[in-house]
C-alpha cells in the first residue's frame, strides 16, 4: 500500500509492524510524533503493546533494557540532549546484549540551544556499543527499522541498534511511502526468541554483574566480533528484504557512479540525493564525480571503503559534525580505511546545503585542497 506520510509516521509504522510488546516513550522534538502515532496505535487496538510513559529519557531507555531482560521486543525513540541523557545508559544496554530498537531523530547540541537537524548526537556515541545505521529518506527509515530488529536479534548478534533520520529533513516531511502487509512482515520477522538472555525464575542467574580485568577484556572483545558478524546477517536479512518486499539495499555503502569516478564524495543521510543531482551535473560538464552513502557508522563498513574509494583521484567527506578541535568523526572514520583529502563541515544546527555548495567541494578537490573547510 502506498501512503503519502512524514519519516516519523514511517518510523511508527515500522514499529507497528514489527510487533513490539513494551514501547517505552518520553517526547522530545522532532522525535515526539513517533511515540505519539505508537501511543494511537496501542489505543486503537492495532498494536498489542505497554506503552509507558516514563519520566526521563535515561528512564526510557532503562525501561526498554528491563523488558528486554524480561523476554519481550522491546522500542523506544529519542533525540539530540535526549540522547546524551541516555548516554549512561546505552554502554549497559550494549554491554547486557540487549537488542533493544531505538530510533533517533538526529539533531544538533546544545548550547546555542536549536531543535534543526545535525548528526552530532548521533555520532558523538559512536562507542557505545550500538549498530548505528543512517536513513536517506522515509522509506529507507521504514526498511532500515524492520531490518534492525532483525539484526539486533539475530542470535549471533545480540547487540542493540540505533536507526537515525535526519530531524526535520526527513521527521517532518512527507513523501510517499510503499506501506507492507502484515504478512509480508511476519515472514521477514519471526516472533521475537530471547534466548538464555531473559530471567527465569526457575533457574535464577545474575545479570550485569561486575568483572575485574581478567574477563572484562574478553566481554568486550566478544562485544566487538558480534558487531563484525552483523555484516553476515545484515546482508542474509538484505538479501531476503528484497525478495519479500522487492526493495533491494547494498549493505554498508551505497555507491553512486563511482565505479570510473576520479573525485569522489562520502556522506550520509538525506543530503546524499542533492549530492548525487550535484554529481550528475559535473559528469555533464567532463568531471568524473562519485558519491559514496555511508549507510552504517557501526559497524564501519570498512571493506567496501576501501574498495570503492581505491581508485579515486581525490575524496572528500561532507559531514553534519565537528569533533572540536580535530576534524568530523565521519571524516576520522573514512581516513582510517582510505585516503580521504578534504573533510567538508556543513548543515550544523540545521543550515542549508545548496548544490551550488557541494559543486564547489569538488571543485576544491580538482584544485588539491585537503584539510577541514567549512560550508
Not at 516513550?25 to 522525535?31: E, F, G, R, S, V
Not at 572484562?216 to 545484515?234: D, G, K, P, T
Request: aromatic share 10%; glycine share 8%.
Amino acid at each position: 500500500m502506498r501512503s503519502f506520510i512524514s519519516g516519523n509516521d514511517a518510523a511508527a509504522e515500522a514499529v507497528r509492524l514489527a510487533r513490539p510488546r513494551v514501547i517505552s516513550a518520553y517526547p522530545i522534538t522532532p522525535q515526539t510524533t513517533i511515540v505519539e502515532r505508537l501511543s494511537e496505535f496501542v489505543e486503537d487496538g492495532s498494536l498489542d503493546a505497554e506503552f509507558i510513559h516514563v519520566e526521563s529519557e535515561h528512564s526510557a531507555l532503562s525501561a526498554a533494557m528491563g523488558a528486554s531482560l524480561a523476554g519481550v521486543r522491546a522500542f523506544t525513540a529519542t533525540s539530540s540532549q535526549g540522547l546524551l541523557y541516555m548516554a549512561e545508559v546505552l554502554p549497559y544496554a550494549a554491554g547486557g546484549r540487549f537488542p533493544i530498537v531505538m530510533v533517533n531523530a538526529n539533531r544538533s547540541l546544545a548550547l546555542p540551544w536549536n531543535i534543526y537537524g545535525d548528526q552530532r548526537d548521533s555520532l558523538s556515541l559512536l562507542d557505545s556499543g550500538w549498530i548505528q545505521a543512517y536513513a536517506e529518506n522515509a522509506q529507507e527509515v521504514l526498511d532500515l527499522t524492520l531490518t534492525a530488529f532483525r539484526v539486533a536479534e539475530a542470535p549471533s548478534v545480540r547487540a542493540p541498534f540505533m536507526v537515525n533520520l535526519d530531524g526535520f529533513h526527513l521527521t517532518h516531511t512527507y513523501e510517499v511511502v510503499h506501506l507492507p502487509e502484515q504478512a509480508q512482515v511476519n515472514a521477514f520477522l519471526p516472533d521475537y526468541d530471547p534466548g538464555e538472555n531473559q530471567i527465569d525464575f526457575e533457574t535464577p542467574r545474575s545479570f550485569g554483574f561486575s568483572a575485574g580485568p581478567e574477563w572484562n577484556a574478553s566481554f568486550h572483545r566478544s562485544h566487538h566480533e558480534a558487531m563484525l558478524r552483523a555484516w553476515n546477517v545484515i546482508d542474509r536479512a538484505e538479501g531476503e528484504f528484497s525478495e519479500i518486499f522487492g526493495r533491494r539495499y547494498t549493505g554498508g555503502v551505497d555507491a553512486y557512479r563511482c565505479g570510473d569516478a576520479e573525485y569522489i564524495l562520502v556522506t550520509l543521510g538525506s543530503v546524499s540525493g542533492l549530492c548525487r543531482q550535484a554529481a550528475d551535473s559535473l559528469r555533464d560538464h567532463g568531471v568524473r564525480a562519485g558519491i559514496l552513502r555511508l549507510r552504517y557508522l557501526r559497524p564501519f563498513p570498512d571493506e567496501r571503503v576501501r574498495e570503492v574509494l581505491s581508485s579515486a583521484k581525490a575524496t572528500a567527506v561532507l559531514e553534519k559534525d565537528i569533533s572540536f578541535g580535530g576534524a568530523g568523526t565521519v571524516f576520522t572514520n573514512v581516513r582510517a580505511s582510505a585516503p580521504a583529502q578534504l573533510n567538508v563541515i556543513g548543515g550544523l544546527g540545521g543550515g542549508d546545503i545548496s548544490t551550488a555548495q557541494i559543486v564547489s567541494i569538488f571543485e576544491s578537490l580538482l584544485q588539491g585542497e585537503s584539510g577541514v573547510k567549512w560550508l
